[in-house]
T-cell receptor
Framework: DSGVTQTPKHLITATGQRVTLRCSPR?????VYWYQQSLDQGLQFLIQ???????AKGNILERFSAQQFPDLHSELNLSSLELGDSALYFC???????????????FGPGTRLTVL | TQLLEQSPQFLSIQEGENLTVYCNSS?????LQWYRQEPGEGPVLLVT?????EVKKLKRLTFQFGDARKDSSLHITAAQTGDTGLYLC????????????FGTGTRLKVLA
């Protein structure tokens, strides 16, 4: 158990809909990262938040957005869903000292999103 | 753009055999992490290497960071079926963007 929790574990929805994925980081971790992993694909970095502020953006679509709340939990919002958005979405957290040279990340169990 | 390329992409071996997985970049990394991911689960951190030339051992797994900190390797001795999984190297971008870069992955299958 990494200490990172994600809900829901599974999500089935239709094209055009909007969903929210939730992540609670490990106690004490200030950074939260979101990743997308499609079937047989590597991990694609979407976005990172550090202590409530956006720190880095990866290949995140404009239809997707995220935020980190004062209690440090984070939500990833996916809207106007398309079939191709079906994937595993992982959240990870890290302590991340300034500069992030160590950046050891601890991953949650993921949310499997299926868009029909 | 910093990239981490892993080889081989796929590896299928018999139990008891040895293997090495490589992680290469044209860029210097301040540290590299290795993760193992099993189907349907999140990656699990195995090790972090920080110093050029560093060697770390985790039971039958030996990790090495290249002298120039541009590459790393993972050697597994006497592989077991429990070693089956996707192995990923990763590291923090040194371009000042705070991005975290994952390698392309090596999918290992150990046959009984």
């Amino acid at each position: 158990d990494s200490g990172v929790t994600q809900t829901p574990k599974h999500l089935i929805t239709a094209t055009g809909q909007r969903v929210t994925l939730r992540c609670s980081p490990r106690s004490g971790d200030l950074s939260v990262y979101w990743y997308q992993q499609s079937l047989d694909q590597g991990l694609q970095f979407l976005i990172q938040y550090y202590n409530g502020e956006e720190r880095a953006k990866g290949n995140i679509l404009e239809r997707f957005s995220a935020q980190q709340f004062p209690d440090l939990h984070s939500e990833l919002n996916l809207s106007s869903l398309e079939l191709g958005d079906s994937a595993l979405y992982f959240c990870a957290s890290s302590v991340e000292s300034f500069g992030g040279h160590y950046n050891e990340q601890f991953f949650g169990p993921g949310t499997r999103l299926t868009v029909l | 753009t910093q990239l981490l390329e892993q080889s081989p992409q796929f590896l299928s071996i018999q139990e008891g055999e040895n293997l090495t997985v490589y992680c290469n970049s044209s860029s210097v990394f301040s540290s590299l992490q290795w993760y193992r991911q099993e189907p349907g689960e999140g990656p699990v951190l195995l090790v972090t290497v920080v110093t050029g030339g560093e060697v770390k051992k985790l039971k039958r797994l030996t990790f090495q960071f290249g002298d120039a900190r541009k590459d790393s390797s993972l050697h597994i001795t006497a592989a077991q079926t429990g070693d089956t999984g996707l192995y990923l190297c990763a590291g923090p971008s040194t371009s000042g963007t705070y991005k975290y870069i994952f390698g392309t992955g090596t999918r290992l299958k150990v046959l009984a």
